[in-house]
């Protein structure tokens, strides 16, 4: 009958297929659950996924500040947009010759007015919600995300809008037959164009709006609030 403390006994014989873990860490869970590695055999499993402590997605640091660079751009944009707006309702008014007949024959089409006034105010709105998400992902907030997902719904969806009435107006404008071409043309053909152009601001909100809705970001996001 062999010793307790012998070595070949069956209680020293180590099992087959299963690392060997010092007692005194079979006693610390944090240590017990943990991954091979590290000076005593095992360290902690502190990256699980979504879990706290889990490592932060690079597209939450990289989007939020994309946010605040295109947040302070758009800013300017709309603040720039609004001055234009202005000098060209003031011409209406005081001007003369081809440009006010350009203008006024473009700003005399249905709800074209208006529809300015509009995008410059939400504009201006989206904006201040692009720049507030910014700031909350770089906090690493939840919240960050919420407004990056709505700026994006909004901008796609004021986009798609905006397009689509500046196209319409442009062909009314080049298909009118009661204003001289020679205004009439131009005015079409810059509209169409202005509303074309338009289309390109819909990269980014799309792509914005496809990385917030990924499982690895929604996830780090509600873990660590």
């Known amino acids: 009958m062999s010793a307790p403390n012998n070595p070949g006994s069956p209680q020293f014989r180590p099992q087959q297929g299963k690392p060997q873990v010092p007692a005194y860490l079979q006693q610390q869970p ?24 889990s490592k932060k997605p690079v597209s939450i640091l990289i989007f939020g500040i994309l946010n605040l660079v295109i947040g302070l751009f758009s800013l300017g944009y709309v603040i720039w947009q609004g001055v234009i707006l202005g000098i060209a309702l003031n011409r209406l008014k005081e001007g003369s010759g081809f440009t006010r007949d350009t203008l006024l024959l473009v700003y005399e089409q249905m709800g074209y007015v208006q529809f300015q006034i509009g995008s410059v105010v939400l504009g201006a709105l989206l904006t201040f919600v692009l720049i507030a998400a910014g700031v909350l992902l770089l906090m690493g907030k939840e919240k960050g995300r919420d407004l990056s997902v709505s700026y994006s719904v909004g901008a796609i969806i004021f986009n798609l809008l905006s397009t689509s009435f500046q196209i319409f107006t442009g062909l009314t404008l080049l298909g ?7 205004f009439a043309e131009p005015a079409g053909m810059a509209v169409m164009t202005s509303g074309i152009l338009a289309l390109a601001f819909l990269i980014y909100p799309t792509v914005l709006l496809i990385c917030m809705t990924r499982k690895s970001v929604k996830d780090y996001l509600q873990s660590n609030q």
């Open 30 to 53: 944090s240590y017990a659950a943990g991954v091979p590695g590290g000076a005593g055999g095992y360290r902690p499993n502190n990256l699980g996924a979504g879990g706290v402590g």
């Open 176 to 182: 009118s037959s009661d204003a001289p071409k020679r």
